[in-house]
């Protein structure tokens, strides 16, 4: 679809109005919906009346008291739950990156040190910082610092 197609989609107030569309086709009611997104009857009302001008197609059948999606309706019900989806992975992976990601500092030591008793002693008084304390020999510390494996 060229992207001048796409227009509608970005007016104002669209994604409300498919979130809202999207639990009364779920919810099969409109009152459930408007609770379940604590929002007016009326209001709920009034973004599902917007959608289906701003998409210009019905969406729902009137069927007594009740209402009844339209294949239009189906098919847009099918693309707000891929829609639902898209957003949750997104939350999810951004709310991964908002979690700050505890600082480590990486400490080598000989064997003959009291390292472990100083390490322990930091880390009681920074709990933010892990530390991580490797004890090698002397050459093998200096490999790792000069290959930036470690901080200290």
Request: aromatic residues 6%; proline residues 4%.
């Amino acid at each position: 679809m060229p992207r001048h197609g796409l227009r509608r989609f970005f007016r104002h107030g669209m994604f409300p109005q498919l979130m809202v569309f999207e639990a009364v086709a779920r919810l099969g009611s409109v009152t459930r919906a408007a609770h379940e997104l604590h929002l007016a009857q009326s209001t709920a009302s009034t973004q599902l009346k917007k959608l289906a001008q701003s998409l210009d197609i019905a969406l729902f059948d009137q069927q007594g008291r009740g209402l009844v999606l339209t294949y239009a309706g189906r098919e847009l019900q099918h693309v707000c739950i891929e829609l639902v989806g898209l957003f949750e992975r997104a939350e999810a992976r951004l709310t991964a990156l908002r979690s700050p990601r505890p600082e480590v500092l990486r400490i080598v030591a000989a064997p003959s040190t009291s390292a472990a008793r100083l390490v322990a002693g930091f880390c009681s008084r920074y709990p933010g910082v892990q530390a991580s304390l490797h004890i090698d020999e002397h050459s093998q510390l200096v490999e790792r610092m000069a290959g930036s494996q470690d901080d200290v």
